[in-house]
Structures are given as structure tokens and as C-alpha cells.
Nanobody
């Protein structure tokens, strides 16, 4: 079992920044690829970013490329999502998830463990 707890969400004006954190406990954190997903009201949850076990490889959805950065600190069992130049369309509940894989994955079904989510609201 892996427990994931997100933090760092909140209300921010368009153009602002937020940094989400996801603290993991349970199994060896470095054995897992990590991802950030988001779900806006009335929409399916989509992947935002993903990272492999070491942090050497990352993936970003086209909608956030150049604005968001995913990173991880295996010593602290934490994955981060730095979000800059936020837009109202970034408003969603953001979830971190863990996949039992050393390689990053963008396939939602491969993510076994999920956090409870943190709300990000961007006002115009």
C-alpha cells in the first residue's frame, strides 16, 4: 500500500503560481512512477504530468507545457507540481497518483494509488 497526501492547492489569480506537493508513505517511493491528474467540473480526469522513478524523464500534457514542472525528491518521498502562468481553465481538483513502474506512464489504469485531491481555483 502507498498512501498519498496532496497539499498546496488554493485560490490564485490568473497569471499566478502555485506549488502542489504530494507526500507518499508506505512502500519504497523510488519504486514508483508518479503522475499528476486533474478533474474539472463535469469533465473526465486527465493526466497533467508524469515522472519516472528517478526524475530523469518527464511528460506534460500539451495544455500545460512550458508552464508546469513536475519533479520529485526521493529522499523526502515527495513529488511536486510547480504551476506558473495559471489560467482559469486550469481550475480543477488535482490528484497525484503512483504507478508500480520505473518508467513513466501516461496510462491512467496503470496508476494504482491515488491521493484525495487538492482544489486549485484560478480566477480571471
Amino acid at each position: 500500500q502507498v498512501q498519498l497526501v496532496e497539499s498546496g492547492g488554493g485560490l490564485v489569480q490568473a497569471g499566478g503560481s502555485l506549488r502542489l506537493s504530494c507526500a507518499a508513505s508506505g512502500r519504497t517511493f523510488s519504486n514508483y512512477a508518479m503522475g499528476w491528474f486533474r478533474q474539472a467540473p463535469g469533465k473526465d480526469d486527465d493526466i497533467v504530468a508524469a515522472i519516472n522513478w528517478s526524475g530523469s524523464r518527464t511528460y506534460y500534457a500539451d495544455s500545460v507545457k512550458g508552464r508546469f514542472t513536475i519533479s520529485r525528491d526521493n529522499a523526502k518521498n515527495t513529488v511536486y507540481l510547480q504551476m506558473n502562468s495559471l489560467k482559469p481553465e486550469d481550475t480543477a481538483v488535482y490528484y497525484c497518483a503512483a504507478a508500480r513502474s520505473f518508467s513513466l506512464t501516461t496510462t491512467k489504469n496503470e496508476y494504482e494509488y491515488w491521493g484525495q485531491g487538492t482544489q486549485v481555483t484560478v480566477s480571471s
